[in-house]
């Protein structure tokens, strides 16, 4: 509901000559903001820690990885866009002291900033998950993670629809809202658990489950009583597959569903990896958030070094106001072996 505040009060500014259209207008943005709640990627599959933290070293194909993912939301819509900033990085560890199984260590840092009104998150957690080969074509992992959380406003960048005075905003006039703390943190936690199987060379199958703000923390500007705006937990579940067709094609079909509240996302689609050779690889694919996006993709890896690119493009109501430009998401990630190539186990297709 903060986040929903600030979104209103940031459409006030942008169009406080149009009455008419405005409430049309927030009337729609409404409806489709309160479906999604906490930070999300489009790119779900590229964001592995902040999906489920049994993901932490759940790495098929490599020893380790590092990524950088970026979320720019509403750029026609907004002044000041929707920026999310993840990076994250884990590693497999112990592969060669723990008979059929290695923990995972990873590290995830979270910045967003949320429109004109200054609102400012951080999330910075550390996670661990432990991987148990169950004979030699399944693989069962578990894991969490731990972390420090921050939100911040500036409540200076504010107006609200009690300071219009028929003409103008005046921030003189007393909005009538009463902020308690400016500046909030708290302690935050997430479970998971993770599923693989990859009965031969040309199949790996994985799915997932977690649980977010298992601690349920307290998060709110305007009250300090421990049970005021509690966060609801969050629900993910994923699966996912690795399809080897032929020498020069792989296929990664996704499915993703989260709940907060009464809140949902389903998105469903395909990416596929195409090998031109001298360890270069060529992405394409398409997703859909079910009522709200289409999401092509286009991406391009060279030594173990992928780029990706996805552009929401809007299909609920909200397409009349942007354009049906949604956001951009860009990934850029590296993985690596800890030795030379093939020196580790590998469970996925690769080419």
């Known amino acids: 509901m903060q986040l929903f505040g600030l979104f209103y009060c940031n459409l006030f500014r942008m169009v406080q000559k149009r009455k008419i ?5 927030i009337s729609l943005c409404a ?26 070293g759940f790495i098929p194909d490599a020893d380790y990885r590092i990524g950088v993912h970026f979320r720019n939301q509403w750029p ?9 900033l993840s990076i994250y990085a884990d590693a497999q560890l112990f592969r060669d002291r723990i008979e059929n199984g290695w923990l995972g260590l990873g590290g995830l840092l979270l910045s967003d900033q949320a429109g004109t009104g ?5 999330k910075i957690y550390g996670s661990i998950a432990y991987h148990q080969m169950l004979g030699s074509s399944s693989l069962l992992t578990a894991g969490f993670n731990v972390g420090w959380a921050n939100k911040r406003i500036d409540q200076t960048k504010l107006t609200f629809p009690s300071q219009f005075n028929g003409i103008f905003f005046d921030n ?11 500046n909030v943190s708290y302690f935050d936690m997430q479970v998971g658990m993770n599923y693989a199987y990859f009965p031969d060379e040309n199949t790996y199958i994985n799915a997932g489950y977690s649980i977010h703000h298992v601690n349920r923390p307290q998060e709110t500007f305007f009250s300090e009583s421990p049970d005021s705006s509690r966060i609801p937990m969050r629900h993910i579940g994923f699966i996912n597959a690795l399809l080897k067709v032929n020498d020069r094609v792989i296929i990664n079909p996704n499915a993703y569903f989260t709940m907060q509240a009464k809140s949902h996302e389903l998105m469903l689609g395909m990416n596929a990896n ?9 992405i394409a694919g398409v997703y859909y958030r079910v009522g709200d996006a289409v999401v092509p993709m286009v ?53």
Do not use: W
């Not at 409806?31 to 932490?56: E, G, I, R, W």
């Not at 195409?274 to 690889?281: H, S």
């Open 31 to 56: 409806a489709f903001f309160t479906k999604a709640q906490d930070l999300h990627f489009s790119q779900f599959f590229n964001s592995p820690l902040s999906t489920n933290p049994a993901n932490t």
């Open 76 to 84: 026609s819509v907004l002044a000041s866009p929707y920026k999310t």
């Open 299 to 351: 991406g391009f890896e060279i030594s173990n070094i992928r780029f990706t690119f996805s552009y929401d493009v809007t299909t609920s109501g909200l397409r009349n106001f942007n354009n049906s430009q949604g956001a951009q998401e860009f990934n850029l990630m590296k993985k690596g072996f800890y030795g030379t190539p093939g020196s580790s186990q590998v469970l996925c297709p690769r080419f």
């Open 21 to 25: 259209a405005l409430l049309v207008l």
């Open 274 to 282: 195409y090998d031109l050779g001298g360890e270069k690889q060529l």
């Open 118 to 122: 200054g609102l400012h998150s951080t």
């Open 172 to 182: 003189t006039i007393d909005p009538g809202v009463v902020f308690v703390n400016n």
